[in-house]
Structure formats: structure tokens, C-alpha cells
């Protein structure tokens, strides 16, 4: 990756972080502290690895992302804005009447969306299930889903990682968005899911650790990720809840408080500073 590459990257996170905050305050509702935190990883995603098109949004050819952590709905609908699946200005319409930008993402009215997600482990089951429909298929598209760190206390999900690892995906890589908190405080005191990296490598996938936040790592680590075969891929990625924002960084209240008029000015500077 070189130099203009990397600032392109750190740019277009910058920008759906600023998305992030005028959407969740202009709606006075959602989710900014986990939506922030993914910012890094969805942006390398759509701008450099995904093949997707937003002028063909159903193409069978294309690549899938899941996001299993479907209260994060704001990070990607400010990625798929950007990327040009729908207006900016629609942004502006999140969590209101009338509006396809739901607090959760719904495949049926918002283009570019592979699957409507909220009900935590589903959404990673789906994933399980595209990339077993792919492989059957001998299909060359990828499967790419992030679930959060909290998400992974679901039972459902590791039933799903068996699957995966039993029929042997390589088509498919996961990504935890691992914040550390969830909606009740501390993973680790909520119900800890730790050793996170060496439950994976048992239910017999290969696992890659990054900083969620360094452009050029979860770069390299997709590239690990695609050309790995015979496993499927988890990444787990160390991130801050609320990155970008200093009031909201490493805070669970932020899981899923909207600002308010002046906090959300705040924030806007501190990015716009970035």
C-alpha cells in the first residue's frame, strides 16, 4: 500500500465517522460507540477489497459483507453512502418514519445490503450459509461478516463456526470488532468470552490478530485472510469503542446514547481536526 493509498483509506473512515455522528444526531437515536469503532475496518472493505458495484448492487458475481452486529447499522449505511449505493443526503432520514435507513439493517429497501441483521449470531449464521452456497456452487465470490466482541457470547454463533470449519470454508473471513465493551459494561465481566483468538483456533479456524485501527494491518490481513485456503479466516481486531471521538473512547455508555446538540458540534470538530 502506498503513501496516497493509505491517506484515501484514513479519509473515507474520517468522513463516515463525521457520517456517524450527523446521522445518530439529527435521528437522536443509535448507536455511535461500536459504529465508530469499525469505521477503519468497513472503509479498507469497501474502498480497496470488496468487489461490489453500486450501480449492479444484486450482482450474483459480486462480494457479500454481513454485519452481524446489526445495531452498528450506522457505519454501514454511511460506508454504502459513500460508496454510492444511495444518496448522502439520505443519511439524514435514519431512524425516522418512512425512512429505508432502519435501526437495523433491512436487505428488502436499502441497496447494498446482503442481509437484514439484529438479532445477535444470525447474521453470522447467514454468512456460514452464502459461503457453504458458494463453495457448493464452486462460486469465486467471497463472504466477509464482522460480528462484535459481545455478539460472540451467543450460542448461535458458535454453532455456525463448527459448520464453517467442519465443510472447510476458505471463501468466508470473520471479523470481531473487539472493543472490549458491550452494552452492560466489560466483555470480561459481562460474560468473557477470553481467550477470544484461541477459541477460534479450537473450533479449527485460522486466526490473524490486528489493530483494528492501522489501515495498512487489516489490509494485509484480508489479503492474508483471501489467500488462505482450506479454513475459514477470523480476524480479530483490537479496537477503541468510540474511536475518533475522545469523549466517547472507551466509555459502554456510548454503546447506544445519540448525542445531543452540543456533543455532537464537538465531536464534528475533533474530526474534522483529524
Given at each position: 500500500m502506498n503513501i496516497n493509498e493509505k491517506k484515501y483509506l484514513e479519509e473515507k473512515a474520517n468522513k463516515v465517522r463525521q457520517h456517524i455522528i450527523n446521522m445518530i444526531g439529527e435521528a437522536a437515536s443509535g448507536h455511535p460507540g461500536g459504529s465508530l469503532s469499525a469505521a477503519d475496518i468497513l472503509s479498507v472493505l469497501y474502498f480497496k477489497k470488496l468487489r461490489v458495484d453500486s450501480a449492479d448492487p444484486k450482482n450474483p458475481c459480486r462480494d457479500r459483507f454481513?454485519?452481524?452486529?446489526?445495531?452498528?447499522?450506522?457505519?454501514?449505511?454511511?460506508?454504502?453512502?459513500?460508496?454510492?449505493?444511495?444518496?448522502?443526503?439520505?443519511?439524514?432520514?435514519?431512524?425516522?418514519?418512512?425512512?429505508?435507513?432502519?435501526?437495523?439493517?433491512?436487505?428488502?429497501?436499502?441497496?447494498?445490503?446482503?442481509?437484514?441483521?439484529?438479532?445477535?449470531?444470525?447474521?453470522?449464521?447467514?454468512?456460514?450459509?452464502?459461503?457453504?452456497?458458494?463453495?457448493?456452487?464452486?462460486?469465486?465470490?467471497?463472504?466477509?461478516?464482522?460480528?462484535?466482541?459481545?455478539?460472540?457470547?451467543?450460542?448461535?454463533?458458535?454453532?455456525?463456526?463448527?459448520?464453517?470449519?467442519?465443510?472447510?470454508?476458505?471463501?468466508?473471513?470473520a471479523i470481531i470488532d473487539y472493543n472490549g465493551l458491550q452494552i452492560d459494561g466489560k466483555i470480561e465481566d459481562v460474560m468473557s468470552p477470553e481467550p477470544i483468538a484461541d477459541k477460534w483456533r479450537a473450533f479449527g479456524w485460522n486466526v490473524l490478530e490486528i489493530n483494528g485501527h492501522d489501515i495498512e494491518e487489516i489490509d494485509?490481513?484480508?489479503?492474508?485472510?483471501?489467500?488462505?485456503?482450506?479454513?475459514?479466516?477470523?480476524?480479530?481486531?483490537?479496537?477503541?469503542?468510540?474511536?475518533?471521538?475522545?469523549?466517547?473512547?472507551?466509555?459502554?455508555?456510548w454503546h447506544g446514547k445519540a448525542v445531543n446538540t452540543d456533543e455532537k458540534d464537538k465531536a464534528l470538530a475533533e474530526l474534522t481536526d483529524n
Open positions: 454481513i454485519l452481524s452486529k446489526g445495531h452498528a447499522a450506522p457505519v454501514l449505511y454511511a460506508t454504502l453512502a459513500e460508496k454510492g449505493f444511495f444518496p448522502v443526503e439520505e443519511l439524514k432520514t435514519l431512524r425516522k418514519i418512512n425512512s429505508r435507513l432502519q435501526g437495523h439493517p433491512d436487505i428488502k429497501t436499502v441497496p447494498g445490503v446482503d442481509m437484514s441483521t439484529g438479532s445477535l449470531g444470525q447474521g453470522f449464521s447467514v454468512a456460514v450459509g452464502l459461503a457453504l452456497g458458494g463453495a457448493m456452487d464452486q462460486a469465486d465470490y467471497r463472504v466477509y461478516v464482522m460480528l462484535g466482541d459481545g455478539e460472540i457470547q451467543e450460542g448461535i454463533v458458535w454453532e455456525a463456526a463448527m459448520l464453517a470449519s467442519h465443510y472447510k470454508l476458505g471463501n468466508l473471513t494485509r490481513a484480508f489479503d492474508k485472510a483471501a489467500s488462505f485456503k482450506g479454513q475459514p479466516t477470523m480476524i480479530v481486531a483490537k479496537t477503541v469503542k468510540g474511536k475518533g471521538v475522545s469523549y466517547m473512547e472507551n466509555c459502554a455508555d
